[in-house]
């Protein structure tokens, strides 16, 4: 979880983890519900699976007084990854019969 700019002040825009980490759920509070707007690519990276777009939001309509977070998640995104996740798992477990 993190941007351009923070990625970039930390290790470099060009220092590769996508390799270790393949899915990057991108913060950028652009008030856009989408994957590309605003999206520059780094750290390997060359699309999100998530993006925040707004965040730091005190509303009164859920839990008065609360700061909450909207994320995105495209189609592709994080449900793709569990199911994935999940047929792996069951292919990987093995009953032997003995």
């Known amino acids: 979880m993190t941007n351009y ?3 970039s ?3 470099g825009p ?3 983890v996508s390799f270790q980490a ?3 759920f991108w913060v950028n509070w652009n008030g856009i519900q ?3 707007t605003g999206f520059n690519p780094f750290g390997g ?3 999100p699976y998530a993006h925040q777009y707004a965040g730091a939001i ?3 309509n859920c839990v008065p007084g609360i700061n909450v977070s909207y994320d995105y998640l495209a189609d592709t ?3 793709a990854i569990k199911k994935n996740q999940t047929r792996r798992s069951a292919k990987n477990r093995t009953i032997s019969k003995t």
Do not use: I, K
């Open 5 to 7: 700019n923070s990625w």
């Open 9 to 11: 002040s930390v290790v």
């Open 58 to 60: 005190t509303s009164n």
């Open 77 to 79: 995104g994080f449900e």
């Open 45 to 47: 990276w060359n699309q």
């Open 22 to 24: 393949q899915y990057l």
């Open 14 to 16: 060009n220092f590769d």
């Open 34 to 36: 989408d994957l590309t």
